[in-house]
């Protein structure tokens, strides 16, 4: 995979990666469904616009989609500064209603079933037991 939007070394190789861990070890135990994307907010940090023609997003955030073990729906999703040292990724953690509610992309909203739109996970998903991804 690689990234097609800048982002901070340190957000893709901390924060970012944690969210793909998650995303890894869940995978291995049932289907699951992802939605990411950014979101431009400040036009003062495109460094790349001049010589490369693209923006730098001032947000990154994603959604991930799951069964538990009952097989009922399982949703996760945050939304991220672009930025060092953001910490704890529980403290990004948000409802899908909210992301949709900060996108002025126009593409729509994120398919995910409306009953589950409003929820909002209160911690990041463990690592299940024999996930090796670290």
């Not at 989609?65 to 060092?84: R, V, Y």
Request: charged share 20%; proline share 5%.
């Amino acid at each position: 995979m690689t990234n097609i939007a800048p982002q901070v070394s340190s957000f893709n190789q901390g924060i970012w990666e944690n969210t793909e861990v998650i995303e890894a070890c869940y995978r291995n135990l049932q289907r699951i469904y992802t939605w990411g994307g950014i979101s431009y907010t400040d036009n003062s940090n495109d460094y790349f616009l001049a010589s490369h023609g693209i923006r730098t997003p001032d947000f990154w955030w994603k959604v991930v989609l799951t069964k538990d073990d009952s097989g009922a729906d399982k949703i996760i999703s945050w939304f991220f500064p672009n930025q060092e040292n953001l910490g704890s990724l529980d403290s990004y953690l948000v409802s899908v209603a909210d992301i949709e509610a900060r996108l002025t992309d126009g593409l729509g909203a994120i398919p995910v079933p409306t009953s589950l739109k409003g929820l909002k996970s209160v911690t990041s998903w463990p690592k299940p037991a024999g996930c090796t991804r670290s």
